[in-house]
């Protein structure tokens, strides 16, 4: 499902390798849903792969935000709410309420990431772009 593409491509080439590992955790929750069966319990693998989801996106995060400190980005404020609400995203998670309907919550996540990754890296992050590789950043 989450396949990277050459359009996706900042040129930047640590970015664009955590950018393909965020694409992996997706693909993660993919297979999960896919595998997903109503008589089975997926609930550890539902807890895994948030942790896994939040784990990378707070590191990744971490990388562009201290490029954006280091060379005075203009944008960095706007950038970083949207790095804050989607980790706000993830925390707001009620592990209890998982059981409930799992396949739901693994549905819902997938269409998040879907719809939060894609859009985050071709539109707002291309935003930096010309920025950090005119500063030298490769």
């Known amino acids: 499902m989450f396949e990277w593409r050459e359009d996706?491509?900042?040129g930047i080439q640590s970015i664009?390798?955590?950018h393909k590992k965020l694409l992996a955790v997706g693909n993660e929750i993919s297979?999960?849903?896919a595998d997903h069966d109503e008589n089975t319990d997926d609930y550890d693998e539902i807890i895994?792969?948030?942790?896994?989801?939040?784990?990378y996106t707070v590191y990744h995060f971490n990388t562009e935000e201290?490029?954006?400190k280091r060379y005075n980005y203009p944008d960095y404020e706007a950038h970083k709410k949207e790095h804050d609400d989607f980790i706000a995203y993830i925390d707001s998670f009620d592990f209890s309420t998982i059981?409930?309907?799992?396949?739901k919550v693994i549905r819902d996540l997938l269409k998040k990431i879907i719809n939060w990754v894609f859009n985050h890296?071709?539109?707002t992050?291309?935003?930096?772009?010309?920025f950090l590789i005119k500063h030298g950043i490769k």
């Open 16 to 18: 664009d390798d955590q």
């Open 99 to 103: 059981d409930d309907d799992q396949k």
């Open 66 to 68: 201290e490029l954006f």
């Open 125 to 130: 992050d291309f935003l930096y772009k010309e």
């Open 48 to 55: 895994k792969v948030i942790g896994e989801l939040k784990e």
């Open 8 to 10: 996706f491509e900042l």
């Open 31 to 33: 297979h999960l849903l």
């Open 121 to 123: 890296i071709i539109t």
